[in-house]
């Protein structure tokens, strides 16, 4: 049984970083072919794809979220982080992690903004952003 927990805190201040973790176990995150992705929510609107770090190490962003955005991993721990720094009020969502595949439409362009695409998601983060 795949599993994938998340954790990190769900208050971060303006301009400051978010940081999320999600640990796998009954997978491997260096298991061929899967993107390890992170998906988020809005309030009101609906999911988007930010992006993604491939069984390979490659990693994989949303172009209007690039710039702000890193994704990391501890193989050991057979773990992935989300980074996103200096954010802002509109950073404020609920973050899933997610296993990708070729299969559900993730390429070297990214991964599906669909969160049903994704067969194993973390339970959602609710970070707000406030000062």
């Known amino acids: 049984q795949v599993r994938l927990q998340q954790s990190g805190p769900g208050l971060v201040k303006p301009w400051q970083t978010l940081s999320l973790t999600c640990a796998v176990s009954?997978?491997?995150?260096?298991?061929?072919?899967?993107?390890w992705s992170w998906i988020r929510q809005a309030p009101g609107k609906g999911t988007e794809w930010i992006g993604a770090?491939?069984?390979?190490?490659?990693?994989y962003y949303r172009p209007s979220l690039k710039s702000r955005t890193s994704i990391s991993r501890d193989t050991s721990k057979n773990q992935f982080t989300l980074r996103v720094k200096s954010v802002t009020f509109e950073d404020t969502a609920v973050y899933y992690c997610?296993?990708?595949?070729?299969?559900?439409?993730?390429?070297?362009?990214?991964?599906?903004?669909?969160?049903?695409?994704?067969?194993?998601r973390g339970q959602g983060t609710q970070v707000t952003v406030s000062s």
């Open positions: 770090i491939s069984y390979s190490g490659s990693t």
């Open positions: 997610g296993r990708g595949r070729y299969e559900d439409g993730c390429s070297g362009h990214g991964c599906p903004d669909t969160l049903n695409e994704y067969g194993y």
């Open positions: 009954g997978a491997s995150i260096t298991s061929e072919y899967y993107f």
